[in-house]
């Protein structure tokens, strides 16, 4: 396109190309909302938090059974318990999907300016977001009013946060921390064989050091 002021030809991305990536967004958006839902639905009939006579539009029959008495996830039960934080697993590994299909979506729809740029990130994110972590929780507290399931579906979510933040503080640091020094001691005791010292190819501490800084 001819630019009106320099009347030099510059880059000029259409409006039509914009409308197709924002439909192409909005159909990555809703798919990704969709299999959110699906995962939420699935949930809630393991559990057996749907109630069929009120809600048999969610009801699945062949799901809802495997929380009856004496079933597998009979509610109540342990396994009932580990079936909220497999929900939780499940749903986070959506919001990191999410995350990173957001950002694309977002650059390929090629922003004049970055308000707009940040108002339809901002946008996908909070969609999909606040229907991950709050839906079920509403349905339970305020549709169903199930006590039971929204105190299960809370603990829940507070183990897998508990055990997150336990790994991400502690259990990864000591992890990074131990193979750091092992790697460092290797560098170190390969600068004193015995052979590299006869050929004269010892490096000093400081350039080890640095070298084991440097490497991947």
């Keep these: 396109k001819e630019s009106p002021i ?64 004496g079933e597998v996830f009979e509610i109540g039960s342990t396994a009932n318990t580990l079936i909220g934080v497999i929900q939780v697993i499940c749903l986070t590994g959506l919001n990191m999907l999410n995350r990173k299909l957001a950002i694309q979506t977002t650059n390929n729809e090629n922003h004049k300016v970055k308000s707009t740029y940040e108002n339809s990130l901002i946008l996908k994110r909070f969609v999909f977001e606040f229907l991950n972590s709050f839906f079920s929780l509403y349905y339970l507290a305020f549709v169903a009013q199930d006590l039971k399931g929204t105190r299960s579906m809370i603990s829940g979510i507070l183990y897998f946060n508990e055990i997150k933040r336990v790994a991400a503080q502690t259990i990864v640091p000591n992890l990074m921390k131990t193979i750091a020094s092992k790697n460092l001691y290797q560098i170190l005791n390969n600068q004193s064989d015995p052979d590299r010292l006869i050929s004269g190819k010892t490096l000093p501490l400081q350039e080890a050091i640095k070298q084991y800084k440097d490497s991947p």
Excluded: W
């Design 6 to 69: 320099t009347e030099k030809y510059e880059k000029f991305y259409s409006m039509k190309s914009r409308l197709m990536q924002y439909f192409i967004s909005f159909c990555v958006s809703m798919s990704i909302l969709f299999m959110a839902f699906a995962t939420k639905v699935l949930f809630l009939n393991l559990k057996g938090d749907i109630d069929e006579k009120s809600y048999n539009y969610l009801y699945y029959p062949s799901l809802r059974k495997l929380s009856r008495k």
